[in-house]
């Protein structure tokens, strides 16, 4: 009998990608989210999609409907891919106990997740940790600046969102903080960027990949995954698991220095790009379930992307920069991520869901971002009893 997989968060590419490759190893796939999902749901690797109801707005019902799904199909296997996870780790009670829940407790992925408490948990673990402060206002990150360059961020963010980076130190005319909570000043460490991703099980590295966000939306998400190996970004991160005895998915964001040091800077407790480096028949879905028992890393990996992005955004800044070289080289050296060779569905599923997006944002007037992600976010606000 063929093992299932629920995958939450099927709006993500990276759950399109672990779709893909549980059903290639022969497992039953089901997706599941509570905005549309084409781009995972049009995808053969999946056996069925289901809606859910919003973690963050109606976290009662998340979780009767989990419960409900998991007394329907009898999953062996819960993979949270996105914010989710964190309310996923909230009412884990709630599903059946015989169920794998890729998650770890709710208190370290609140500490993980705050970009001050995980700065702390770093200390130790054998790289640069950038000297930081908790701030509330701009005159508070000015005064612990003292003109140094310097980056200011909310303790809880994603996707660069709100960040400020101030290379040539903070002018005066820097307009006041939004009242988004507490924020993060952090002296600013400049250097190439790396992106790393990794699974654990009971602070055992089973998994590990990295990569250089060479395209990317300004200062946010990248687009396009570049593999790379740093030794020392591996050791930490295999320090860090197995200080805090973690379960999950982790992803760390990194610079090196023209010194070759490594400094971390922030943490992700959930699936980002790396995961698109390791093959179809790679035994992630295994380091996902906990069986395996020794580190797997992508092998030979050549570079993926978001082709659509890369061949908008991507070309529109490489013309904007006189870079079009650059970017044919990097385009045709790379492999897209959601339209594949006998699996081309999700690239016009991925269409729709954007339209879906944009309905959304006209209908709570926000912008595409917002709208694709405010109902799965979490900012460290107190989750009720369910």
């Known amino acids: 009998m063929k093992r299932k997989v629920l995958i939450l968060g099927g709006r993500a590419p990276v759950a399109l990608d672990h779709a893909r490759r549980f059903a290639h190893q022969g497992w039953h796939v089901t997706v599941a989210d509570s905005i549309p999902c084409l781009i995972s ?103 612990w600046a003292q003109g140094a360059p310097i980056v200011l961020k909310p303790e809880f963010s994603r996707f660069g969102v709100h960040v400020r980076l101030y290379g040539n130190g903070m002018p005066d005319v ?22 790393s991703y990794s699974v654990a099980d009971q602070g055992r590295l089973l998994a590990h990949s990295l990569y250089r966000p060479t395209w990317r939306m300004h200062r946010s998400s990248s687009f396009y995954f570049e593999p790379a190996r740093i030794d020392a970004i591996h050791a930490f991160v295999a320090r860090f698991v197995r200080k805090l005895d973690f379960t999950g998915q982790v992803s760390f964001d990194w610079i090196r220095d023209a010194d070759g040091n490594m400094s971390v800077l922030e943490c992700n407790p959930r699936a980002t790009s790396g995961c698109h480096l390791f093959a179809l028949d790679a035994p992630l879905p295994a380091a996902l379930g906990g069986t395996l028992d020794q580190c797997i890393e992508p092998e030979a990996a050549t570079p993926r992307m978001i082709g659509a992005v ?43 869901d954007l339209m879906a997006y944009a309905r959304l944002a006209l209908a709570q007037r926000c912008n595409m971002r917002e709208a694709a992600t405010r109902d799965i976010e979490w900012d460290g606000d107190p989750l009720p009893e369910v």
Not at 101 to 114: G, I, P
């Open 310 to 352: 890369m061949l908008s955004a991507g070309l529109i800044d490489a013309c904007r920069r006189g870079d079009l070289r650059c970017w044919s080289r990097d385009y045709r050296h790379a492999a897209d991520v959601i339209g594949v060779p006998g699996d081309r569905r999700p690239v016009a599923g991925a269409l729709t």
């Open 174 to 195: 820097a307009p006041p903080l939004p009242p988004l909570g507490n924020w993060v000043a952090q002296r600013h460490v400049s250097g190439t960027e790396y992106c």
């Open 41 to 143: 749901g049009a995808s053969r690797a999946v056996d069925a999609s289901l809606r859910i109801a919003s973690p963050r707005h109606a976290p009662a019902q998340f979780a009767a409907d989990l419960a409900s799904a998991c007394d329907q199909h009898r999953f062996d296997l819960i993979l949270p891919t996105c914010e989710e996870v964190v309310f996923l780790s909230r009412y884990r009670h709630r599903l059946p106990a015989q169920v794998r829940v890729l998650t770890d407790d709710f208190e370290t992925l609140r500490a993980v997740h705050s970009k001050w408490q995980f700065l702390e948990l770093a200390q130790g673990c054998g790289v640069n940790v950038p000297e930081s402060a908790l701030v509330r206002s701009i005159q508070e990150a000015r005064e």
